[in-house]
């Protein structure tokens, strides 16, 4: 008869939880069956200035960490513009999207990729758009989560939203990388 070490069974089985679930559904046949687990996901509808929907953004919780985001945008400026998770999830035509306040930064350190003390949470590299006005991006960021009750969660009471601005991002001036204006808005909600 072979032996397999507790050890080995017991690493098993730390590893499993992390990819998949396991159920037992019958006292007769013990085995484990394994479900596959679903990662958390949030959607956002980008709008511009006018109220008009001109993209969509795709949030998914990634297995190693932090959130996949994919975004697809059009009717924007040509050229490199910035990006950024902002601390609250409304997107007010009105008030040119400044009610979605400042950027995601539950940590409170400085703004920008290149700033000595860190970024904000909410930081995210340029968007590339052509000449036609298109924006097709996916960058995974690993200083956000969808899980709510965390710290980095855009899920939390008053909600996340999404801006693009009209500007790129210089990644080290305050408080917000010389980005210009907000041109257009998402708000982040759990997808259905």
């Not at 990662?39 to 949030?59: M, N």
């Not at 306040?101 to 968007?127: E, R, T, V, Y």
């Amino acid at each position: 008869m072979r032996h397999i070490s507790p050890n080995l069974i017991l690493a098993t089985f730390i590893l499993v939880p992390a990819a998949i679930a396991v159920t037992v559904t019958s006292t007769s046949n013990p085995a484990p069956r394994a479900t596959p687990v679903e990662p958390l996901r949030a959607t956002a509808q980008i709008i511009d200035l006018s109220g008009r929907t001109i993209g969509s953004a795709q949030l998914t919780e990634a297995p190693g960490g932090g959130v996949t985001i994919a975004l697809a945008a059009h009717s924007l400026p040509e050229g490199k513009l910035a990006w950024h998770i902002h601390q609250v999830g409304q997107c007010e035509t009105s008030q040119q999207f400044k009610t979605a306040g400042d950027h995601f930064n539950p940590l409170n350190k400085s703004h920008g990729f290149k700033h000595g003390q860190g970024h904000h949470a909410g930081d995210l590299p340029n968007l590339n758009v052509s000449e036609a006005g298109i924006a097709r991006t996916t960058v995974t960021t690993p200083n956000i989560t969808l899980l709510p009750g965390t710290t980095t969660s855009v899920m939390d009471a008053d909600g996340s939203a999404i801006i693009i601005h009209s500007k790129a991002d210089d990644y080290t001036s305050q408080p917000a990388g010389d980005a210009g204006t907000r041109i257009a808005c998402a708000i982040i909600q759990p997808a259905s």
